[in-house]
């Protein structure tokens, strides 16, 4: 049994949490802008919010404080190479136009991911590294021909769940 708790001690603990790959995305002065984020989960139902985590040193950090909005989309397991494309691309060479539209909020929406939350920042608390973002969602876009599989991070890799038979 290992009690270490190192900064790597807590970063291995945390990759074996298994969560699904989620680009956040705003607009910032016209602009595209988003991040690659698995620390997102659901609030509260009534009023339907989520929380984001993203770190204060991301490059969208700032544009989302500014626009008071973004989109959670969460990738199908078939959109690798959005993931992919986040992590070697900057600002808006991040989006492909063919992949995106624009919300109700005026976030970027992936299309063909699992779900979009469109979201507008109701709150932000100070997460010590992170800003712990509070989101009402204004809409629940469902992609009716994306995959039923989200594209998942598991061990510092890309996963896929696996089906149990009933």
Same mark, same amino acid.
């Given at each position: 049994?290992?009690?270490?708790?190192?900064?790597?001690?807590?970063?291995?603990a945390?990759?074996?949490?298994?969560?699904?790959v989620?680009?956040?995305?705003?607009?910032?002065?016209?602009?595209?802008?988003?991040?690659?984020?698995?620390?997102?989960?659901?609030?509260?139902?009534?009023?339907?919010?989520?929380?984001?985590?993203?770190n204060?040193?991301?490059?969208?950090?700032?544009?989302?404080?500014?626009?008071?909005?973004?989109?959670? =989309?969460l990738? #199908?397991?078939?959109?690798?190479?959005?993931?992919?494309? *986040? $992590?070697? +691309?900057?600002? &808006? !060479?991040?989006?492909?136009?063919?992949?995106?539209?624009v919300?109700?909020?005026?976030?970027?929406?992936?299309?063909?991911?699992?779900?979009?939350?469109?979201?507008?920042?109701?709150?932000t608390?100070?997460?010590?590294?992170?800003?712990?973002?509070?989101?009402?969602?204004?809409?629940?876009?469902?992609?009716? =021909?994306?995959? #039923?599989?989200?594209?998942?991070?598991?061990?510092?890799? *890309? $996963?896929? +769940?696996?089906? &149990? !038979?009933?």
């Amino acid at each position: 049994m290992n009690t270490n708790t190192t900064d790597d001690a807590f970063k291995n603990a945390m990759a074996r949490f298994t969560n699904g790959v989620t680009a956040v995305t705003t607009a910032d002065n016209g602009a595209p802008a988003g991040l690659i984020a698995t620390s997102v989960c659901s609030l509260s139902a009534d009023p339907p919010t989520v929380i984001v985590c993203v770190n204060k040193h991301a490059s969208s950090h700032d544009a989302i404080l500014r626009s008071r909005f973004f989109a959670v =989309n969460l990738l #199908a397991a078939d959109q690798k190479d959005v993931a992919q494309r *986040f $992590a070697s +691309a900057k600002g &808006a !060479a991040r989006f492909d136009p063919a992949q995106w539209t624009v919300g109700k909020t005026g976030a970027p929406i992936l299309t063909g991911s699992v779900v979009s939350l469109d979201c507008n920042v109701i709150a932000t608390h100070n997460g010590y590294s992170h800003t712990i973002f509070v989101g009402e969602i204004t809409a629940s876009i469902t992609h009716p =021909n994306a995959s #039923a599989n989200c594209l998942l991070w598991h061990q510092r890799n *890309f $996963a896929a +769940a696996a089906v &149990a !038979a009933a």
